[in-house]
T-cell receptor
């Protein structure tokens, strides 16, 4: 049982480049989330989804986009990367919000 | 405006003693409160949760207490073990999503 799988694990982007962070889960969870964690800080919600075809903005959505065409996949798109997007990105899923999230192992992104 | 606050960035305890991690929140609409543990270079792992209608939940060495009037929750770990050394995040759930605190780094000394 793989749980939540994130790819890539590490990436270096140049300013202005774009990329997609992939996230897939095999637990048939309806709820999926993208968080970022800056050094010494907590997790800030970027976008979330309560089911296929439904997405909503979190606390820090600027510079990002998401889509949810299937229950399993929830990719995060960065357009025109900026140094402020240097962070560790975590994808998570849950059966329902109070149940506790299953997190992926993270993607460490550096924008130079 | 930070809705979930962990005011202690770090805590150090002796092996075998009790660890108490604290968390305060401001939004009384949160319906679940959760604790996660995180090791370096890994994603957070869910530990224990409590519904807003309860005041205590226990799971093995871990107990979470909720004081709704004070908007305060705490995680007790008894007895503490060196393997418990990690960053602990408090989270509050409402409207389909969770808000996290900044974390407390727990160090358990042998």
């Amino acid at each position: 049982n793989a749980g939540v799988t994130q790819t890539p694990k590490f990436r270096i982007l140049k300013i202005g480049q774009s990329m997609t962070l992939q996230c897939t889960q095999d637990m048939n969870h309806n709820y999926m989330y993208w968080y970022r964690q800056d050094p010494g800080m907590g997790l800030k919600l970027i976008y979330y989804s309560v089911g296929a075809g439904i997405t909503d903005k979190g606390e820090v959505p600027n510079g990002y986009n998401v889509s949810r065409s299937t229950t399993e996949d929830f990719p995060l798109r960065l357009e025109l990367a900026a140094p402020s997007q240097t962070s560790v990105y975590f994808c998570a899923s849950s059966l329902w919000p109070g149940n506790g999230y299953t997190f992926g192992s993270g993607t460490r992104l550096t924008v130079v | 405006d930070q809705q979930v606050k962990q005011n202690s960035p770090s805590l150090s305890v002796q092996e075998g003693r009790i660890s108490i991690l604290n968390c305060d929140y401001t939004n009384s609409m949160f319906d679940y409160f959760l604790w996660y543990k995180k090791y370096p270079a890994e994603g957070p792992t869910f530990l224990i949760s409590i519904s807003s209608i309860k005041d205590k939940n226990e799971d093995g060495r871990f107990t979470v207490f909720l004081n709704k009037s004070a908007k305060h929750l705490s995680l007790h770990i008894v007895p503490s073990q060196p393997g418990d050394s990690a960053v602990y995040f408090c989270a509050a759930s409402g409207a389909g999503k969770s808000t996290f605190g900044d974390g407390t780094t727990l160090t358990v000394k042998p």
